[in-house]
């Protein structure tokens, strides 16, 4: 249960930082997919930044895992075709809906009346996705495999 809340706290957080610094404005969105305004562009760079620093320390460390102590890796995967399929779909769909998935979240919280279709549209195409899924497509399954119990618990083979 605290695992839970913490979750709920950590996502009405980032909502409230989403919605504050304007990263669910239709109108920041569209001005930036239109190359009107950086201010998006500079959000994405510190973005990946921070991600690229949080990387380097991880792949320098090793880390037990809770699902069975094993011990991760975080390595480097080579760009697939997906990987291309995929960014261009999302791109498309970006410039199309004027959201990703967080400001969509943030765009139904704040009463944007089109965010509805697009929050039913991201639904479709994760469905569509989990339905047609053949193949375990994260690099990570190597080291842990994680199954769910019924009942929605994580579990481990043995």
């Known amino acids: 249960m605290a695992r839970v809340l913490a979750g709920a706290l950590a996502g009405i957080v980032f909502g409230v930082v ?5 990263m669910a404005s239709p109108e920041v969105i569209r001005r930036a997919l239109l190359f009107e305004q950086s201010y998006l562009y500079l ?3 510190s973005a990946v930044g921070t991600a690229w620093a949080g990387m380097a320390i991880l792949r320098r460390r090793e880390r037990r895992s809770v699902f069975g102590g094993q011990t ?3 390595g480097r995967e080579p760009v697939q075709r997906r990987h291309i399929g995929g960014a261009l779909l999302f791109g498309i769909g970006w410039g199309v809906a ?3 998935p967080a400001p ?13 279709f697009t929050a039913a549209g991201a639904a ?13 497509t994260e690099p990570a399954s190597d080291a ?11 579990t481990t083979p043995a």
């Open 104 to 116: 969509i979240a943030a765009q139904l919280g704040q009463g944007v009346g089109w965010a509805v």
């Open 18 to 22: 989403i919605s504050w610094s304007g």
């Open 98 to 100: 004027d959201a990703c």
């Open 124 to 136: 479709l195409g994760i469905r569509v996705y989990l339905r047609r899924r053949v193949i375990e």
């Open 43 to 45: 959000m994405f760079a």
């Open 144 to 154: 842990v495999t994680v199954a769910t119990a019924p009942g929605g618990a994580l």
């Open 72 to 74: 991760l890796t975080y």
